[in-house]
């Protein structure tokens, strides 16, 4: 995945001075991203505080540990399933 020159919490402050009344050209212009950017940042982190976006960060990090686990779990399961049926 892309690593991003934003942080999420600058993100959010920039969301906020655009709700604050700043347009969203200007705004683009300034910090050099293009319109299509901000709206999709708008819409992934539109309305949330950083201390929610933080806790938003910390739930995709456990959710993709989680699924990671679920997958080695799945292909010892099917191995192990493997190796029962060859036996007998």
Do not use: P
């Not at 402050?13 to 705004?27: D, H, N």
């Not at 910090?31 to 982190?45: D, L, M, P, R």
Request: hydrophobic share 35%; glycine share 4%; net charge positive.
């Amino acid at each position: 995945m892309k690593k991003t020159r934003f942080s999420e919490t600058k993100i959010v402050s920039i969301l906020k001075r655009q709700e604050a009344g700043i347009s969203t050209t200007e705004i683009c212009r300034e910090i050099g991203i293009s319109n299509a950017t901000f709206y999709n940042w708008k819409a992934k982190y539109g309305g949330l505080e950083v201390r929610e976006v933080k806790r938003l960060k910390e739930l995709e990090a456990e959710n993709a540990k989680l699924k990671r686990m679920f997958a080695e779990t799945s292909m010892e399961n099917y191995a192990l399933k493997d190796l029962i049926e060859k036996k007998l």
